[in-house]
């Protein structure tokens, strides 16, 4: 017996047969149907009708043959209708979107006008093929134009709609829309950097008596005052102690035995820089090239030498001066003499400009750095923007030289590296730099390029920025410099010179032009119209004839000295009352130096600065001088020449 009973459903194959035979005759009715209705379309139809229609006939004769096919392409050019639809919906969404970000450029909306007009017309030829499918896109249309700010959420379902059009008409949409915050890198400055060891601007108020300074030594102290210095700048009493700490424990190392850390000084001009480096080396410094001073011209550097000089005086201390002011062999022969046939240096202290120095260490086989335990590196900014000569790195090369001399190899020097048990000894001399200038750059990319060692920073600027971003290089000017500037007309500017000299009695006075040919051109002038002495600075000029047209300056014999840069920069003319800028300055570390001939060690002075229409807007926005803008807008309001 069967436990189970399986029926088998015979239905279908049961009337096959008939069903097949009914099918057909339907499938033929309908055939016929669409037949009769495309001929009279055609009929309808003009005969001056374009190649599509020709094409459609010939498609129309081909669905004939093929009725299943037709069925599938009907199918097709369905799907083909809904994404079409569809674009006319994304354009119509994208439209509402373009609304809401109102950030969109009007080049991109232009465009998308574009494409939502070209989409219009897919739609219109939507429109022939159902006209029940316009009136539908059309009140679609019209209700997505009558309601335009729409909730947020239709409009999902639009970017939704419109995701799945794309999706189904194969194209992926690339690239987030999201508005994601991007986390800010915060750069930080250097500690050294952030944190300076504050320098008082004020020269009169924060005056330090000699002896109150820590370190000095009694003959030194007399010099001082046989000099007529009393007491010292905020400057020297921060930064003579610093460094005569740091070689507290000798020449060989710094404080705990480890390397000294490397100085900068960025102080307003005329604030007594030289003398912060002048003391200390002197005090410290022996025989052999301990010390090194590079300067970046001549009139500098013979500046420098001159303060040594006074400062060495009575002691066993030599200074040398290589500059190019003297021939080479002369130099030669001050540098160094032999005895013996063993090389001795006869300098102590080294002051030299850049070229000079490298000259003398690539051809000067008798001149050695081995012992140089001070490399100052006055206007320190100027000086990193010559770095391209890699003077730096030959003096470098030329301190870490290696003798092959076995006595002197208890203090052989190692370029320095990671500090390790065995780098500490032998003990080194190490190479301490000092930096000093008006306008030293805050910029660590480019301090990067002295290869400083911690260094330690004093500063008279800070600004208490940390973050990079917010860095601008700021300087402080002298207190006691009044600054103003005169709008006037090119023709006006030699009147206006002459009105100051003659009229006004502004002298002695140092007047900057921005060439050597605006300079000759004015200098002539001036002696042409005549009634006041005048004289020329600049590069054309042999080094002899500046200087003495600087001696002659500094004495009073010219009230009027008509200069290039040359003269900018660091120049030390006691008694200028005030600075003329002819030619109003590009920079201003360059407008911050010239202006600094005057108000200097804390006296008082002015400065001028002519300029023309289309320079005020320039001058004024140079960023440090907002402050200055401000005051001098005000005060020009009142008297305009
Ligand atoms: N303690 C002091 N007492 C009186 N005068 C001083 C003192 N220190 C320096 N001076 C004088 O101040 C003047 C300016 O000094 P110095 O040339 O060193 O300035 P600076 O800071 O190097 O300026 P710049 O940045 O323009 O080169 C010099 O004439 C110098 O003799």
Known sequence: MALFMINRYLGEEEDCESSRESRSRALLAKLQEQVKARERQSISNTPDEDDDHQGDKEHKKRKCEEPELEEVQCKTKKS?????????????????????????????????????????????????????????????????????????EPQISQEAKTENSSSQSGFHILGGFEEKTVQKVKRVLPQWLAQPDVIQRDITSNLIPISEVPGICPTLLKKLETNGIQSFFPVQAEVIPAILESVGSGLLVGPGGYRPRDICVSAPTGSGKTLAFVIPVVQRVVREVRALAVLPTKELAQQVSKVFSTYTEGTSLKVVMITGQKTFAAEQIALSENRGGVSHSLADIVVATPGRLVDHINKNSNFSLQHVRFLIIDEADRMIDGMHQSWLSQVTKAVYRSTGDTQASVFKRILPGPITVASLSPPQIPLQKLLFSATLTQNPEKLQLLDLHQPRLFSSTHTCTETITQIQDTFNFPQGLTEYYIPCTLSKKPLIILHFLLRLKFSPALCFTNSRQAAHRLYLLVKLFGGVEVAEFSSKLSPGERQKTLKDFEQGKIPLLISTDAAARGIDISGVKCVINYDAPQYIRTYIHRVGRTARAGKVGSAFTFLLEVQEKNFLQMQTLAELSKVVKEENAKKRF
């Open 80 to 152: 083909e209708k809904v994404r079409k639809t569809d674009l006319a919906d994304e354009v119509a969404s994208s439209a509402k979107k373009k609304k809401k970000r109102k950030s969109l450029s009007t080049e991109n909306e232009s465009m998308d006008t574009g494409e939502k007009e070209s989409n219009n017309e897919k739609s219109i030829e939507i429109t022939e093929t159902s006209e029940s499918d316009i009136a539908e896109n059309k009140k679609t249309e019209e209700e997505e134009n009558k309601k335009p700010e729409e909730s947020v």
